[in-house]
C-alpha cells in the first residue's frame, strides 16, 4: 500500500522531535530509532531535514521546470530523467520524482515546492 502524502504530512506534524514521540488523538506514542529500523529499514544518520522552508531559489527551480511551465511537472522530471546523464542534476531530479512519486504520493501532476531545498544540494542527499 502506498504511502499517502496526508498521512505523511499529519505524522510529522504531530511528531515531537524532543521527546522522540507522536501525539495521535491525545495519546503519545513514543518511536525509537530502532522502531524505524525495523519497520522501514532506515537508519538513523545525516542531517535532520526541514521541510518547512518557504525559500525557493529561482534559478534552482528554473533547471527542473519545463519552458512555459510555472510549476516542476512529474512527467517533465520522468521524460528528462529517462534522457539523461547520470550527474547532480539527474540525482537532484531523481529524487524530485521518488519523493512525489514513490515516498509521498499524490494525485497532483507536479513537485511540492516543499521538497526543492531538500534536493538542491546534491552532496547533502
Not at 531559489?57 to 521524460?79: M, Q, S, T
Not at 512525489?100 to 516543499?114: F, G, H, I, M, Q
Request: net charge negative.
Amino acid at each position: 500500500m502506498p504511502i499517502q502524502r496526508i498521512i505523511v504530512e499529519d505524522l510529522a506534524e504531530n511528531y515531537n522531535d524532543g521527546e522522540r514521540s507522536f501525539i495521535i488523538h491525545g495519546h503519545v506514542i513514543p518511536i525509537s530509532t530502532w522502531d524505524v529500523y525495523c519497520i522501514l529499514g532506515l537508519v538513523d544518520e545525516g542531517e535532520k531535514v526541514d521541510i518547512s522552508s518557504k525559500k525557493v531559489d529561482p534559478n534552482f527551480f528554473n533547471l527542473y521546470k519545463g519552458r512555459g511551465e510555472v510549476a516542476i511537472i512529474l512527467k517533465h522530471l520522468e521524460d528528462r530523467i529517462g534522457s539523461g546523464v547520470a550527474d547532480d542534476l539527474f540525482c537532484s531530479m531523481f529524487m524530485l520524482y521518488v519523493l512525489e512519486t514513490v515516498l509521498a504520493p499524490c494525485c497532483k501532476e507536479y513537485v511540492s515546492s516543499r521538497y526543492y531545498e531538500i534536493v538542491s544540494n546534491v552532496e547533502k542527499l
